[in-house]
């Protein structure tokens, strides 16, 4: 290549050499190419991608940066173009206009390339090729990983939604969608199943008494003690105000009368430190019930419930199994 030549051409050869997208290839094999290219130098906020009006061609950044930014109905999307890195050349090897915006971010130093030039380009090099496979593969690893964060970030949230603040247990809107499915399950399995109501006694009186805080700080309490004397696979719910249901997967009756008592007891010997220095105890009344054929979630709550009801009504502090037709039995 002469020297006047090689005078036309838009950068030289160190420029050439610094850039990414140019990695180990040779100046040689695309100078020719480059002879019908130009550079420009846009300023901030310049639009050089857009898609409702498409030029197709390759931006590569010499200097300065670029602004990528992309609306839809998910919400907005931006990003970073630094040099030697592009821009548009999705829209060449698809050959459909580009999905965003691309905006000079700083004043900026520009190699513009044609389509049909860099298509060219790429037939000529097999390292500028494998130069562009190594970009996209970069920019699809790091929208994967934006992606994974996103999911995480939505899974905390619905996690979070599903979770009562005060007391750390999951509420009744994880419930509705827990207990249906293990409902479902042990109706499918014919698999043992007990459901559990407790309710603190007198708690009113606690709020009355000592104030809101001290009832925060009672429920909180009673809460810890009721997963305490739980097994991993049981599946304790903060049911409203001062009741709490729990789910015994896996549970005959007779096993559930042990896991009720154990946590009626655990529960009377708490010292409750309330946020006055007071110390005061506590009680619960619990009622139970064992899945029946074709039970749903309100049908064993419900037996559950009347069994807590009969065990207030005759002492409190109690536990109280539903044998069903109406049939208590206190413990």
């Known amino acids: 290549m002469s ?17 990414e ?38 931006i590569v ?13 998910g919400g907005n999307f931006s990003d970073t173009i ?29 190699l513009i390339i044609d389509a049909t030039t860099a298509l060219a380009m790429i037939h000529a090099s097999h390292d500028l090729c494998l130069n562009f496979l190594h970009i996209l593969s970069q920019r699809i690893r790091n929208n994967n990983k934006v992606v994974c964060e996103e999911e995480y970030h939505i899974r905390c949230i619905e996690e979070s ?4 603040a005060l007391t750390g247990l999951h509420n009744r809107r994880w419930l509705e969608e827990m207990y249906a499915r293990e409902m ?18 007198h708690f009113k009186h606690v709020n009355d008494t000592y104030g809101h805080l001290a009832g925060d700080q009672v429920l909180m309490s009673v809460a810890q003690s009721i997963v305490k004397s739980l097994r991993p696979s049981d599946m304790p719910v903060r049911y409203g105000g001062e009741e709490f ?29 309330l946020p006055s220095g007071e110390t005061i105890q506590v009680t619960v009344s619990i009622g139970f019930t064992e899945r029946v054929d074709n039970d749903s979630v309100r049908s064993i709550i419900e037996r559950a419930d009347q069994a807590l009801y009969h065990a207030k009504e005759n002492g ?10 109406d049939d208590m039995f206190l413990f």
């Open 3 to 19: 020297k006047e030549e090689l005078e036309t051409l838009p950068i030289t050869r160190s420029e050439f050499s610094t850039l």
């Open 21 to 58: 997208i140019f990695k180990n290839v040779s100046f040689e094999s695309l100078a020719g190419y480059l002879l019908g290219c130009k550079t420009i130098l846009a300023q901030p906020g310049d639009l050089l991608i857009d898609p409702e009006h498409p030029i197709r061609r390759l």
């Open 61 to 73: 950044v010499l200097d300065g940066m670029l602004e990528v930014k992309l609306t839809s109905q």
């Open 82 to 110: 630094s040099p030697g890195h592009c821009a548009g050349e999705m829209s060449i090897f698809d050959n459909i206009k580009p999905s965003a915006c691309v905006y000079a971010k700083e004043p900026s130093h520009l």
């Open 161 to 164: 939604s599903k979770v009562d």
């Open 184 to 201: 479902s399950r042990s109706n499918a399995g014919n698999f043992r199943l007990s459901a559990f109501m407790l309710d603190i006694d």
């Open 245 to 273: 249901t729990v789910f015994l997967p896996g549970t005959s009756t007779d096993n559930a009368k042990v896991i009720a008592e154990r946590m009626r007891k655990n529960v009377e010997r708490m010292q409750i430190v």
């Open 316 to 325: 409190r502090n109690r536990v109280c199994m539903n044998l069903g037709q």
